[in-house]
């Protein structure tokens, strides 16, 4: 039986890689090995890596891919992408390649506004409250300014903060609802450290207040931290073209094309089942980007996902129209991204990653990131309408098939010919490479 371990933080890597292979898996041995195959040669960018998280027993690798040729307001770039999902990279530099002759990607900011709030209960009057916060907002930049100083040296820093009565959504609620600009940085770091002081100030201003005398009238701070939700932190990204210049498959009229493209985002809007798989498919090209850059990726999806829902039901992110014989694709999203801070100095591949960028803004990583959600969603609909998306898919699957099964280099090259004029399923491949 398994017993519960104490100071399994304080045990050494090899003591812990011993502890879990011995208690939760079936050939000790074996997993020892497994783990220790993942160390990197190069123990300073191992001991890099072993330091990133606790207790770190190996490293939990993805491929990075590039896919080239995205032509973004008229600047070419060769996007990173740690994925593991086979096809998606193919489908992102497909659609990069489709839109390089038809004038590419064009992009804009529309915002940049972080956000951040300290929660906290107060059991008295909100007009006293509401007066009380009339002389505070000086008093809350003021305590922070050592913290803000060097954002604001360089043009960011807190942009507002306002006191908000939630007592509708839940009994003495209430809350200080701050926004910031982080300018190249995320700002997680930055805003939990300035809500952090605003919710002492404000606790501290309160206690001293003569405005709250009566007993009832009490305040608690619950919690300060940053709102992943960021929806005046928007970024569009947009392709276009004449209806006619749409297609370059021979079996469907680039009207035709048109149509079905715009029923397709018309499902996605109308159908919350549709919507989640259509969002999913611009998360692929969006998230392989944002963990290729460092960036928070769990942060991301839940800001993206909130945003697909702001008009009360999850909906499509991507749109489309034909207007004027026009056809034009495009997304708006909410990306709080950064490129300096986090990982972005410290792990080398991210480095890289962002030296291929070409070292962008965070501004200009948003409108990189969007651009790829926006490729892969034009990728997946357009197989969707069209071919069905098994057919490249299953062509990319096809090798960890092949590689599931152990087949030889030699037996690759042949299944891979076998396969291009035959339907690729995994029993189909697996009858086929028994038979070679
Ligand atoms: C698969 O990873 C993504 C798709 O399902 C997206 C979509 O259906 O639009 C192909």
Same mark, same amino acid.
């Given at each position: @039986?398994i017993?519960?371990i104490?100071?399994?933080?304080?045990?050494t890597? !090899?003591?812990?890689?011993?502890?879990i292979?011995?208690?939760y898996?079936q !050939?000790?041995?074996?997993?020892i090995?497994?783990?220790?195959?993942?160390?990197?040669?190069?123990s300073d960018?191992?001991?890099?890596?072993?330091? =990133?998280i606790?207790?770190?027993?190996s490293?939990?690798?993805?491929?990075?891919?590039i896919?080239?040729?995205?032509?973004?307001?008229?600047?070419?770039?060769?996007?990173? @992408?740690?994925i593991e999902?086979?096809?998606?990279?193919?489908?992102a530099?497909?659609?990069a390649?489709?839109?390089?002759k038809?004038?590419?990607?064009?992009?804009s900011?529309?915002?940049?506004? /972080?956000?951040?709030?300290?929660?906290?209960?107060y059991?008295?009057?909100f007009t006293k409250?509401?007066?009380?916060?009339?002389?505070?907002?000086?008093?809350l930049?003021?305590?922070?300014?050592?913290i803000t100083k060097? @954002?604001k040296?360089?043009?960011?820093?807190?942009? +507002?903060?306002?006191l908000k009565? /939630?007592?509708e959504?839940?009994?003495?609620?209430?809350?200080?609802h701050?926004t910031?600009?982080t300018?190249?940085?995320m700002?997680?770091?930055?805003? !939990?450290?300035?809500?952090e002081?605003f919710a002492?100030?404000l /606790?501290?201003?309160?206690? !001293?207040?003569?405005?709250?005398?009566?007993?009832?009238?009490?305040?608690?701070?619950?919690m300060?931290?940053?709102s992943?939700?960021?929806?005046?932190?928007i970024?569009?990204?947009?392709?276009?073209?004449?209806v006619e210049?749409?297609?370059?498959d021979?079996?469907?009229s680039?009207?035709?094309?048109?149509?079905?493209m715009?029923?397709a985002?018309?499902?996605a809007? +109308?159908e919350p089942?549709?919507?989640?798989?259509?969002?999913?498919g611009?998360?692929?090209?969006?998230?392989?980007?944002?963990?290729?850059?460092?960036n928070?990726?769990?942060?991301?999806?839940?800001g993206?996902?909130?945003?697909?829902a702001?008009?009360?039901?999850?909906?499509?992110?991507?749109?489309?129209?034909?207007?004027?014989?026009? =056809? /034009?694709?495009?997304?708006e999203i909410?990306?709080?991204l950064?490129?300096?801070?986090?990982?972005?100095s410290?792990?080398?591949?991210?480095?890289?990653?962002?030296?291929?960028?070409?070292?962008?803004?965070?501004?200009?990583? @948003?409108?990189?990131?969007?651009?790829?959600?926006?490729?892969?969603n034009?990728?997946?609909v357009?197989?969707?309408?069209t071919?069905?998306?098994?057919?490249?898919h299953m062509?990319m699957?096809l090798m960890?098939?092949?590689n599931q099964l152990?087949?030889s280099?030699?037996?690759?090259?042949?299944l891979?010919?076998?396969f291009?004029t035959n339907?690729?399923?995994h029993s189909a491949?697996?009858? +086929?490479?028994?038979?070679?």
């Amino acid at each position: @039986m398994i017993t519960p371990i104490e100071g399994f933080s304080k045990l050494t890597k !090899n003591q812990k890689i011993a502890w879990i292979a011995e208690n939760y898996t079936q !050939n000790s041995d074996e997993a020892i090995k497994i783990l220790k195959r993942y160390w990197n040669a190069d123990s300073d960018l191992q001991k890099l890596h072993d330091e =990133f998280i606790e207790n770190t027993v190996s490293n939990y690798y993805l491929p990075l891919g590039i896919a080239p040729n995205f032509l973004i307001n008229d600047k070419l770039y060769a996007i990173p @992408m740690a994925i593991e999902e086979s096809s998606v990279v193919a489908a992102a530099s497909k659609a990069a390649k489709f839109w390089l002759k038809r004038g590419g990607f064009k992009t804009s900011i529309i915002g940049t506004e /972080k956000v951040g709030q300290v929660h906290f209960m107060y059991t008295g009057d909100f007009t006293k409250l509401n007066e009380f916060f009339t002389g505070l907002e000086s008093v809350l930049k003021n305590d922070a300014s050592d913290i803000t100083k060097n @954002m604001k040296k360089r043009g960011g820093g807190i942009t +507002a903060i306002t006191l908000k009565d /939630k007592t509708e959504d839940l009994k003495d609620y209430y809350q200080l609802h701050c926004t910031f600009e982080t300018l190249d940085a995320m700002g997680a770091n930055f805003i !939990n450290t300035c809500l952090e002081q605003f919710a002492q100030t404000l /606790k501290r201003e309160f206690t !001293n207040s003569l405005l709250f005398s009566n007993s009832y009238e009490e305040l608690e701070i619950v919690m300060s931290i940053l709102s992943n939700y960021v929806p005046n932190c928007i970024v569009k990204a947009e392709v276009s073209c004449p209806v006619e210049e749409l297609n370059d498959d021979k079996n469907i009229s680039p009207e035709d094309f048109a149509q079905k493209m715009i029923r397709a985002i018309a499902i996605a809007k +109308a159908e919350p089942y549709r919507a989640v798989t259509h969002n999913k498919g611009i998360m692929n090209g969006i998230d392989a980007v944002v963990l290729a850059t460092g960036n928070d990726f769990r942060a991301i999806e839940a800001g993206v996902h909130a945003y697909a829902a702001k008009d009360g039901q999850y909906s499509s992110l991507t749109h489309a129209t034909v207007e004027n014989n026009i =056809f /034009k694709f495009w997304i708006e999203i909410p990306l709080a991204l950064g490129t300096v801070g986090g990982l972005t100095s410290l792990h080398p591949l991210v480095k890289l990653a962002l030296e291929i960028l070409q070292k962008p803004s965070a501004k200009e990583l @948003m409108q990189i990131v969007a651009v790829a959600g926006l490729a892969q969603n034009f990728g997946a609909v357009r197989s969707l309408v069209t071919t069905g998306i098994q057919k490249g898919h299953m062509k990319m699957h096809l090798m960890n098939i092949l590689n599931q099964l152990g087949a030889s280099e030699e037996q690759k090259v042949t299944l891979v010919e076998h396969f291009k004029t035959n339907t690729i399923t995994h029993s189909a491949v697996i009858e +086929a490479y028994n038979k070679l």
